[in-house]
């Protein structure tokens, strides 16, 4: 089964930006979407966004305008860029995508938005 990476978090100020990347060990041109969740402390893992084979993308009402979900099938990766960042952004962030049956997640990468 697919191995997910997460890599580029870190603590930014309000209003600044960061981009997280998810790398795949095979190719994302396998999998129907590639998706990011976040999981602030104590809170339920929620859906962000996602991205079809397709380039087809949809997002959360909270992060609408502000994220933008990419990827580089040549280099198995997924992109989060995120801007405008809040506090009410701080969570670990997770990459997810299915595969033969399972639902398949990445480690998560920290993101810590201060005020």
């Known amino acids: 089964q697919v191995q997910l990476v997460e890599s580029g978090g870190g603590l930014v100020q309000a209003g600044g930006s960061l981009k997280l990347s998810c790398a795949a060990s095979?190719?994302?041109?396998?999998?129907?979407?590639m998706a990011w969740y976040r999981q602030a402390p104590g809170k339920q893992r929620d859906f962000v966004t996602r991205?079809?084979?397709?380039?087809?993308?949809n997002y959360a009402d909270s992060v609408k305008g502000r994220f933008t979900i990419s990827r580089d099938n040549a280099k198995n990766t997924v992109y989060l860029e995120m801007n405008r960042l809040k506090p009410d952004d701080t969570a670990v962030y997770y990459c997810?995508?299915?595969?033969?049956?399972?639902?398949?997640w990445g480690q998560g990468t920290q993101v810590t938005v201060s005020s």
């Open positions: 997810k995508t299915w595969d033969s049956g399972h639902d398949m």
């Open positions: 095979r190719s994302i041109l396998s999998f129907a979407y």
């Open positions: 991205i079809t084979s397709s380039g087809m993308a």
